[in-house]
């Protein structure tokens, strides 16, 4: 059945390093550690971790009761794994819905083709998912443009490409000259060490600057677009997305320049309404007091640490998904969008 | 004379190191590296200077002629060490014109004197500037009140108490029950570092956050006033600041938070009006990409780091001086506070 295999995002950029699974309990450690990370990705983490949940019944050739058991298992661990980002949750109802629909297949290894065709597709439909952000993102952006964004939203959120950033990465390919300017995303860096990384990679022209310097490039006239991904995004367009979002689009919106969120339509979830309904995950007060190794805070102060902060649909300009572009953001829009066969 | 010694600042929290300055290099070095830091603090560090500047001469028993050229380079040496806060040039002019009234005196002696005198005199008028500022700044806030700072404005950044964490602690000592948010502060976290360390030796409620955070807290309703320092503050009252402190500005006002500033008249550089005209001092990348001895971006990466940035005065609602509180703060109020036997 192969090997799941995944890059050690909290590695980079000093060290490239592919990490293999072979139980569960490492997939999930992954994504609580962030080794894998990013809405889309860890989506498709758990889809794949599902499988890897299931190899040892396949090889020890266990009943279709105690697979569909263990499979299910599965799904419940993996869900635990981080609470705000809904795209885990998404794809693990649809790995739910394959053990269901395959309670009655004959063999533990019929059980884990079936899953791991349903990652497999979760894993492509991600693959069409980034190119069709990028096309509908990369026409918002004209040449000349000063592009801000946060926080990591590339191929290492997603199978490829990535949301926000495909948008970027394509307008880029089109030919446009654009300049990004990369918040560093504190605490743990995601734009220096992971979008920097990437933009490098393809030779996007780009600046990394902290994340308190954003409102003054912004006066300074350098930012004529942000564009961000999302973690969840509710049905009138409240997204929640990494801390300090936020505070960027109250600044684009004091500067006049447009804000916008980048996510495929698995991002959105429509059963609640308002984003103070979002639970945020509060992280640990090391990433924050202990930088990099060393003691940058002293012993014993408190600290508070959301992962996420939840920037209401006012301040946001459009969300790009891979169906169309939603503007103006609002309930109608969203529903309009995401439920499918909606009329407009 | 006795010897100048000075906190190591760059070591806190995890060190506590006075620094013996035998040489102005040491004490251009100290100012450069941020050794010593904070506006008041740098101009009396730099007065302070100028003395150790002339040590040598007076061991020598030089001649007067040539003591008041090594004085004065001494000024203007020490002028070079940073561009933005304007209580360096302030401090030095103050020297400078000891120097200009001592040109007769008889011996090295005599001019070390009375320079180690004025020198004693910023320090001491900083001292009960620290204390006035504290009185008016406190009671700008109410019992149970939330207050953000950015950056550290406290002992370490002046002679005693502080600007804005004056307030801060006058209020504390006056039994308020307040409870202080303080921004990290990136790139050199003098927040989480300084002003974190601060709090907690004088035993005042606070919780460090990363800088990105700072709209979400003031979002759930736990910030009712933000407070900050100065480097400059020109004739209409535009404030450079400790870079990020625009965006918590631009923050506050979305969330109807008041935002204060506190400083000595001597911060304010009444030949300029625009805040654009304040220089700003850039800073080096590394500062950034290899934050706290690792490196967390990418080799060859394009980065901007500029030190401070400029809140103009439509987003303050008061500047806290020694003298009493400017409000509102225009052109005409910052005037009337500032230059000596202005009519109001």
Known sequence: MGQLELLDQTLLPTSVEMLPFHDLHGVHEAIVSLRVR?????????????????????????????????????????????????????????MKRVIDRN????????????????????HDEDRRMCHAIGEYGAALFEEGFGILTHCNTGGLATSEYGTALAAILTAHDQGKDIHVFADETRPLLQGARLT???LQQYGVPCTLICDSMAPQVMREGRIQAVIVGADRITARGDTANKIGTYGVAIAAKHHGVPFYVAAPTSTFDLSIVEGNEIPIEQRKSEEITCAFGRRTAPEGVSVYNPAFDVTPAELITAIVTERGVIHPVDEQHVRAMVVRNASV
């Open 103 to 122: 309670t009655g297949v004959a063999s533990a290894v019929e059980l884990g083709n079936q899953l791991l065709r349903e990652a497999r597709l979760i």
């Open 196 to 198: 920097m990384w990437e």
């Open 38 to 94: 990013g809405a889309p990705a860890i989506g498709i983490a758990a889809a794949y971790g599902v499988v890897v949940g299931l190899q040892d019944a396949i090889r020890r050739r266990a009943s279709t009761k105690e697979s569909v058991q263990l499979a299910t298992e599965a799904c419940d661990y993996l869900a635990t794994s981080r609470p705000t980002a809904v795209n885990l949750f998404w794809a693990l109802d649809r």
